[in-house]
């Protein structure tokens, strides 16, 4: 498939810049993916569509304020963006602006208790395009550091500098295992209330830790989404939530994934039986999902990763499909069947005045 067939025309009012008031006061779009049927309800309507026996599976990383603001020995102001610690030390990938100016051995000072310094890569290590290595020095433990100087690493979609409410907004409620350097999004919308509801209602909540990293978010630039190869994240899922994915009497239980983070946590599992480790899964039209059955996602930028996923998900369930709309092509509906239906959600979204990406709006795919 061609990059160039996951996207459409957004009016830039309908990016969001700011969260909603309240966490559940979002729209939900409900979309049926048997037959395209579309539903727009409101967040808090959610309960509605879970089931007792259910399994609610949430991604319960914790957000750093990775963005970090630096000057060189002449004064010269460098933004620096952690990527992902290297080799569980001191070393972190990151990105810098102006990267032109990001040589070897450039120092930054970020606080009195804070610097970096740009090192070489040992070899036969390659990095992604654009990102150096820095190895930071510092006075005490260094995730309490950036968690005063830092900043959080708001999309490039949102036009403003992250402020006090973002420090709470772009983080859900139960997040805990610090480490992702991007929200996942699709869980901003739940509250602990919301969560109460729902196992009152005989669901189970089972959670998992992906730490969303830049290769979520980075826009596919081949042309052909073949050729695109995701960065690593890295993911846990604890033994606990193991034991409910798979206990043999929860196979008629559905397994709803609250962000494409979590469907690539539990496809990663049930392809590599690796419990916890490092994911470079990339989910698209034709994929074949092996264990969840409903995603609970946000409306997602033209040619990134999650709306390719997002598309392979809504064309997971084609039994159904009456072959009078596409005789004997039946894996062309399997490739073209999901991506049709989530961009005519998307265009009605549009239409309805939808708020999009990251404090946007939410989605129900089941």
Not at 254 to 259: D, H, K, S, W, Y
Not at 305 to 310: E, R
Request: charged share 20%; aromatic share 10%.
């Amino acid at each position: 498939m061609k990059t160039c067939e996951f996207d459409y025309f957004l009016p830039s009012q309908l990016i969001a810049q700011y969260p909603a008031d309240e966490r559940d006061m979002s729209r939900l779009l409900v979309l049926h993916k048997d037959n395209g049927r579309i539903e727009h309800r409101n967040f808090r309507d959610i309960v509605e569509y879970l089931l007792p026996g259910d399994i609610l599976i949430l991604n319960d990383t914790r957000v750093i304020p990775a963005r970090l603001f630096g000057k060189d020995s002449s004064g010269k102001s460098f933004e620096v963006l952690l990527i992902k610690a290297s080799k569980g030390t001191d070393i972190w990938e990151v990105l810098i602006k102006p990267a032109r100016k990001a040589r070897i051995g450039l120092e930054l000072v970020f606080s009195d208790e804070l610097k970096g310094r740009i090192c070489e890569p040992l070899l036969p290590e390659i990095l992604p395009s654009g990102q150096r290595l820095m190895e930071f020095s510092h006075t005490r433990d260094f995730f309490s550091i950036i968690e005063q100087i830092g900043h959080m690493p708001l999309p490039p979609y949102i036009k403003r500098m992250a402020d006090k409410l973002d420090q709470q907004k772009y983080q859900t409620t139960y997040a805990a295992n610090p480490g992702a350097i991007a929200a996942p999004t699709a869980g901003l919308h739940f509250t602990p209330e919301i969560l109460s509801m729902v196992q009152e209602k005989g669901v189970k909540i089972a959670y998992i830790t992906l730490h969303v990293g830049i290769g979520t978010f980075k826009p596919v630039k081949t042309q052909n989404i073949h050729d695109h190869q995701m960065e690593a994240e890295h993911y846990t899922i604890p033994d606990e939530t193991m034991k409910i994915l798979t206990d043999k009497q929860n196979k008629i239980s559905r397994v709803i994934a609250v962000g494409t983070t979590s469907v690539r946590t539990i496809e990663s599992f049930f392809t590599t039986n690796i419990q916890s480790g490092w994911t470079d899964i990339f989910i698209y039209p034709g994929y074949e999902f092996k264990r969840v059955d409903a995603l609970i996602t946000n409306l997602h930028t033209p040619y990134s990763t999650p709306i390719m996923l997002t598309s392979a998900f809504a064309g997971a369930a084609q039994a159904s499909i009456p072959s009078s709309l596409c005789p004997n092509q039946h894996s062309h509906i399997n490739t073209f069947f999901g991506r049709d239906i989530l961009l005519k959600a998307y265009h009605e979204a549009i239409e309805k005045g939808y708020r999009f990406y990251s404090y946007g709006d939410s989605m129900l795919i089941v």
